[in-house]
């Protein structure tokens, strides 16, 4: 008799994104092995998650028992037709098209590929044929557990302890059964079935038995809410008190309805009582007048730490602060706020580098539901919503999360990458073993790449799939319209054996292959989706297309910008420094020309910035960008008046560069206290009330120059050619064009103003007149009106004499011909 297959490719996405999906694999039309591929038409369905499926099944002929074969699937889809349905790659070197492959059995079996896990893993509806109302369904990933159990704890409580207590009386202990791929699962069939809705809002965790037969509590990491506003951790002892002062990273997950959002931003009670289909919640989410960018090159992107918002209140700042700044934002007119992290990192006042739940937003920040109206109001507004996520490392202490999740042997720390065994480091085991010694017994094969914590198991398919599907799940169901990736250089180069230090090549090329996974994804299911890495490696596979190789990058962070136009103390000679050496006073050269050079590969698919939340505050000698400009204890005077006009400078080569601005909140009035990760909100500031003082003439100096640039496409292209620069007078000239549209761009970071003009040669200047169309030294901005004075400048034998204010910019627009 033939063997069957069945062969399954579920989405797991609520939207009908795919059509025409078709099967293709490596047999012929007789189900015999085949060098030509055949393609079969899927058929489509709805699978038990409410998501759309696509199934199709193959007969083999039972001469080819015990043979593998290889499948993969074709769709079209938003970005065009004929794409390759699979992105995760289960093999090297790179393959253009990832298979999925199998080993033909003499029983009918089945293949199934989830594209995204989002609706598949942690407490999702089940819908039964026949159901009248969908059911509720567990799933976890734990293939070293003896047996694993959802528990319920109590909606005050919130939190069950290591010995039982904090369990709800009224809810049954649900047993799971063990599937394939060592996910275990709760029954949807028989008396013991539970109605999603019944389950709605409460507290539940998985009871572990892991490999040694120790029974553990563990949080869901594919939860969608973790309760807790507090910062205790009772650390497995009774907590005799509220969620509310329970850290959320170690408390109850939540059952969570993903298709309902709550109507109000805010209600007083919890569970809120009062919710909206999604579908009503995002249906008047855009405004035709005022369009959100969707492509890297046409943001200006504002840096928002949610944390340091709420000025003159208690505690970290939350949504509902952030929501309060809209105003300001589309005042001030940036297109794109890039928020610091927001999954679920514990609540303690920190950035949010330190992620335990990808699925769930910072709880004691406001939650899903919160962010879910902060985007729809920034959507209303124009503003895209980008979404600092971190991949290089995990909470460094993830208790109930991550660690040790089904095991406690070392090697088998499911979402940690180990290499060998404890006993492959005799050196470092010997170490540990003395007395005093900081390393840890055992600890010798994880690997270290940088970061605050150990590198994940990026070679195992389920961890990858959690940071793609919780991607997927904030792009999908929050809306984001981007995102950035922390620190990729980590994952991709950093990576070296915690035993010796030396490299790990084949963890950074599992990272490399994790994050072309994770772009392919995304693309395949909205290829407009803006992605930029955080990358220091300089390697151009980072921005490369996926199918050209590459990792699929939009954009790469551009930290040698940072350096080289404002530096600091700490950095050596190769660095231009410009800000930082001009700001001392001494008046000698600066490396204008060495600057020249970083600013012409600006338009190499860089995101630029001149501050960001790791230059003002994560390391030695880091300061506000004000601060660093005046180099003095007091900023009032002359002192603040000088060093204004050098922040206006700085801003202005930063936006007009040819990669994409970014600047860190609070720069646009001037903000001047220190902003580090662990004492920001007591050193915030009053944002609004800066602008209406001493930051008022700041403001409007980036309010309109980010006019200037959204307003001109010149400015968003990525050409840019560097005309001159002139060390000892401090004075860089550059154009920017797209087709007939050209600017030119001429800054001095001398400390007196060339009133009689600075004479700019070269050849680029041509013959047409030059009209000045912006100038850094306005009144408006706090200057003193030293410039051209919106002349008309004509070039004469390919040199141009322009008025130049002290520390200060021009723009001049080409006229027509």
Same mark, same amino acid.
């Given at each position: 008799?033939p063997s069957s297959v069945q062969f399954e490719y579920r989405t797991g996405l609520k939207r009908d994104v795919f059509r025409n999906v078709r099967l293709t694999?490596?047999?012929?039309?007789?189900?015999?092995?085949?060098?030509?591929?055949?393609?079969? /038409?899927?058929?489509?369905?709805?699978?038990?998650? !409410?998501?759309?499926?696509?199934?199709?099944?193959?007969?083999?002929?039972?001469?080819?028992?015990?043979?593998?074969?290889?499948?993969?699937?074709?769709?079209? !889809?938003?970005?065009?037709?004929?794409?390759?349905?699979?992105?995760?790659?289960?093999?090297?070197?790179?393959?253009?098209?990832?298979?999925?492959?199998?080993?033909?059995?003499?029983?009918?079996?089945?293949?199934?590929?989830?594209?995204?896990?989002?609706?598949?893993?942690?407490?999702?509806?089940?819908?039964?044929?026949?159901?009248?109302?969908?059911?509720?369904?567990?799933?976890?990933?734990?293939?070293?557990?003896?047996?694993?159990?959802?528990?319920?704890?109590?909606?005050?409580?919130?939190?069950?302890?290591?010995?039982?207590?904090?369990?709800?009386?009224?809810?049954?202990?649900?047993?799971?059964?063990?599937?394939?791929?060592?996910?275990?699962?709760?029954?949807?069939?028989?008396?013991?079935?539970?109605?999603?809705?019944?389950?709605?809002?409460?507290?539940?965790?998985?009871?572990?038995?892991?490999?040694?037969?120790?029974?553990?509590?563990?949080?869901?990491?594919?939860?969608?809410?973790?309760?807790?506003?507090?910062?205790?951790?009772?650390?497995?002892?009774? @907590?005799?008190?509220?969620?509310?002062?329970?850290?959320?990273?170690?408390?109850?997950?939540?059952?969570?309805?993903?298709?309902?959002?709550?109507?109000?931003?805010?209600?007083?009670?919890?569970?809120?009582?009062?919710?909206?289909?999604?579908?009503?919640?995002?249906?008047?989410?855009?405004?035709?007048?005022?369009?959100?960018?969707?492509?890297?090159?046409?943001?200006?992107?504002?840096?928002?730490?949610?944390?340091?918002?709420?000025?003159?209140?208690?505690? &970290?700042?939350?949504?509902?602060?952030?929501?309060?700044?809209?105003?300001?934002?589309?005042?001030?007119?940036?297109?794109?706020?890039?928020?610091?992290?927001?999954?679920?990192?514990?609540?303690?006042?920190?950035?949010?580098?330190?992620?335990?739940?990808?699925?769930?937003?910072?709880?004691?920040?406001?939650?899903?539901?919160?962010?879910?109206?902060?985007?729809?109001?920034?959507?209303?507004?124009?503003?895209?919503?980008?979404?600092?996520?971190?991949?290089?490392?995990? @909470?460094?202490?993830?208790?109930?999360?991550?660690?040790?999740?089904?095991?406690?042997?070392?090697?088998?720390?499911?979402?940690?990458?180990?290499?060998?065994?404890?006993?492959?480091?005799p050196d470092y085991e010997r170490a540990a073993a003395q007395p005093g010694a900081t390393a840890a017994p055992g600890h010798g094969g994880y690997i270290d790449?940088?970061?605050?914590?150990?590198?994940?198991?990026?070679?195992?398919?389920?961890?990858?799939?959690?940071?793609?599907?919780?991607? *997927?799940?904030?792009?999908?169901?929050?809306?984001?319209?981007?995102?950035?990736?922390?620190?990729?250089?980590?994952?991709?180069?950093?990576?070296?054996?915690?035993?010796?230090?030396?490299?790990?090549?084949?963890?950074?090329?599992?990272?490399?292959?994790?994050?072309?996974?994770?772009?392919?994804?995304?693309?395949?299911?909205?290829?407009? *989706?803006?992605?930029?890495?955080?990358?220091?490696?300089?390697?151009?596979?980072?921005?490369?297309?996926?199918?050209?190789?590459?990792?699929?990058?939009?954009?790469?962070?551009?930290?040698?910008?940072?350096? @080289?136009?404002?530096?600091?103390?700490?950095?050596?000679?190769?660095?231009?420094?410009? /800000?930082?050496?001009?700001?001392?006073?001494?008046?000698?050269?600066? &490396?204008?020309?060495?600057?020249?050079?970083?600013?012409?590969?600006?338009?190499?698919?860089?995101?630029?910035?001149?501050?960001?939340?790791?230059?003002?505050?994560?390391?030695? !000698?880091?300061?506000?960008?004000?601060?660093?400009?005046?180099?003095?204890?007091?900023?009032?005077?002359?002192?603040?008046?000088?060093?204004?006009?050098?922040?206006?400078? *700085?801003?202005?080569?930063?936006?007009?560069?040819?990669?994409?601005?970014?600047?860190?909140?609070?720069?646009?009035?001037?903000?001047?206290?220190?902003?580090?990760?662990?004492?920001?909100?007591?050193?915030?500031?009053?944002?609004?009330?800066?602008?209406?003082?001493?930051?008022?003439?700041?403001?409007?100096?980036?309010?309109?120059?980010?006019?200037?640039?959204?307003?001109?496409?010149?400015?968003?292209?990525?050409?840019?050619?560097?005309?001159?620069?002139?060390?000892?007078?401090?004075?860089?000239?550059?154009?920017?064009?797209?087709?007939?549209?050209?600017?030119?761009?001429?800054?001095?970071?001398?400390?007196?103003?060339?009133?009689?003009? @600075?004479?700019?040669?070269?050849?680029?200047? !041509?013959?047409? &007149?030059?009209?000045?169309?912006?100038?850094?030294?306005?009144?408006?901005?706090?200057?003193?009106? *030293?410039?051209?004075?919106?002349?008309?400048?004509?070039?004469?034998?390919?040199?141009?004499?322009?008025?130049?204010?002290?520390?200060?910019?021009?723009?001049?627009?080409?006229?027509?011909?």
């Amino acid at each position: 008799m033939p063997s069957s297959v069945q062969f399954e490719y579920r989405t797991g996405l609520k939207r009908d994104v795919f059509r025409n999906v078709r099967l293709t694999g490596s047999w012929d039309a007789r189900g015999r092995a085949s060098d030509t591929w055949s393609v079969l /038409l899927m058929e489509p369905a709805l699978a038990e998650d !409410g998501c759309p499926c696509f199934r199709a099944t193959v007969s083999f002929d039972s001469s080819e028992v015990g043979r593998c074969f290889l499948w993969g699937v074709i769709v079209d !889809g938003p970005g065009g037709d004929d794409l390759w349905g699979i992105p995760a790659e289960l093999r090297e070197p790179v393959a253009p098209e990832p298979v999925r492959g199998f080993v033909l059995g003499s029983e009918p079996s089945c293949e199934r590929y989830h594209l995204t896990q989002g609706r598949r893993l942690g407490a999702q509806k089940h819908f039964a044929p026949g159901a009248a109302r969908p059911l509720a369904r567990f799933a976890v990933w734990a293939p070293h557990a003896r047996q694993v159990e959802v528990v319920f704890g109590t909606q005050e409580g919130g939190y069950i302890a290591d010995d039982g207590t904090g369990l709800s009386p009224s809810l049954p202990v649900l047993p799971m059964v063990r599937e394939e791929g060592g996910v275990w699962e709760t029954s949807c069939e028989g008396p013991g079935a539970l109605e999603f809705e019944r389950l709605r809002f409460q507290p539940y965790m998985f009871r572990v038995t892991q490999a040694d037969g120790q029974v553990v509590y563990r949080t869901d990491l594919y939860s969608r809410c973790q309760l807790g506003r507090g910062t205790s951790n009772p650390r497995g002892r009774p @907590h005799p008190g509220s969620w509310r002062e329970v850290n959320a990273t170690v408390s109850c997950s939540v059952v969570v309805d993903p298709d309902q959002v709550t109507k109000h931003f805010c209600e007083p009670r919890w569970p809120e009582q009062e919710f909206l289909p999604e579908e009503e919640f995002w249906r008047d989410e855009f405004r035709p007048e005022r369009p959100v960018p969707t492509r890297v090159e046409d943001l200006v992107l504002y840096e928002l730490h949610v944390g340091a918002l709420g000025f003159g209140k208690d505690g &970290a700042g939350t949504l509902a602060d952030a929501v309060a700044l809209l105003d300001h934002l589309e005042a001030l007119g940036v297109n794109a706020v890039e928020l610091l992290p927001m999954s679920e990192f514990g609540g303690l006042p920190n950035w949010g580098y330190a992620t335990t739940h990808y699925f769930a937003i910072e709880y004691a920040g406001g939650g899903r539901d919160q962010l879910k109206h902060f985007v729809r109001e920034c959507h209303r507004r124009g503003i895209a919503v980008i979404m600092d996520v971190v991949y290089n490392h995990y @909470h460094p202490d993830a208790e109930r999360a991550q660690w040790m999740y089904d095991s406690n042997a070392h090697p088998d720390n499911l979402y940690y990458w180990y290499e060998g065994r404890p006993e492959h480091y005799p050196d470092y085991e010997r170490a540990a073993a003395q007395p005093g010694a900081t390393a840890a017994p055992g600890h010798g094969g994880y690997i270290d790449n940088q970061s605050t914590g150990y590198a994940p198991r990026f070679h195992e398919e389920a961890v990858r799939a959690l940071f793609t599907s919780s991607a *997927v799940c904030l792009m999908e169901e929050f809306h984001i319209d981007g995102f950035r990736v922390d620190q990729t250089t980590c994952i991709h180069s950093y990576n070296v054996l915690h035993a010796h230090g030396q490299p790990a090549s084949r963890t950074n090329i599992a990272g490399a292959r994790f994050l072309r996974e994770w772009c392919r994804t995304l693309r395949l299911i909205r290829p407009g *989706v803006m992605l930029m890495a955080e990358d220091h490696s300089g390697w151009d596979s980072v921005t490369t297309p996926v199918s050209e190789g590459g990792l699929g990058f939009d954009a790469a962070w551009y930290a040698d910008f940072y350096h @080289h136009l404002i530096g600091g103390p700490t950095r050596g000679r190769e660095f231009a420094k410009l /800000l930082w050496t001009s700001g001392r006073g001494g008046g000698e050269p600066l &490396a204008m020309g060495t600057f020249a050079g970083v600013l012409a590969r600006t338009g190499q698919k860089k995101v630029v910035y001149h501050e960001s939340h790791d230059e003002a505050g994560n390391g030695e !000698g880091t300061r506000r960008t004000l601060v660093l400009a005046a180099n003095a204890a007091q900023l009032e005077g002359d002192v603040l008046r000088a060093a204004e006009a050098r922040c206006r400078t *700085v801003f202005g080569l930063s936006v007009l560069a040819a990669g994409t601005p970014l600047f860190l909140m609070g720069e646009e009035v001037g903000a001047a206290k220190d902003y580090r990760y662990d004492t920001f909100v007591s050193q915030r500031e009053d944002l609004l009330g800066l602008r209406e003082g001493r930051g008022q003439h700041l403001f409007r100096y980036y309010q309109e120059l980010i006019r200037l640039r959204l307003g001109q496409a010149a400015l968003r292209s990525r050409d840019l050619e560097v005309l001159c620069a002139h060390d000892v007078d401090r004075v860089l000239a550059f154009r920017r064009w797209s087709g007939a549209e050209e600017l030119l761009v001429v800054a001095s970071l001398n400390d007196a103003p060339f009133s009689q003009g @600075h004479e700019l040669v070269s050849p680029r200047l !041509g013959a047409a &007149a030059w009209k000045e169309v912006f100038n850094s030294d306005s009144g408006r901005y706090g200057g003193s009106n *030293v410039g051209n004075l919106g002349a008309t400048l004509l070039p004469s034998a390919d040199a141009l004499r322009v008025v130049l204010p002290a520390r200060g910019l021009v723009v001049f627009q080409r006229l027509s011909r």
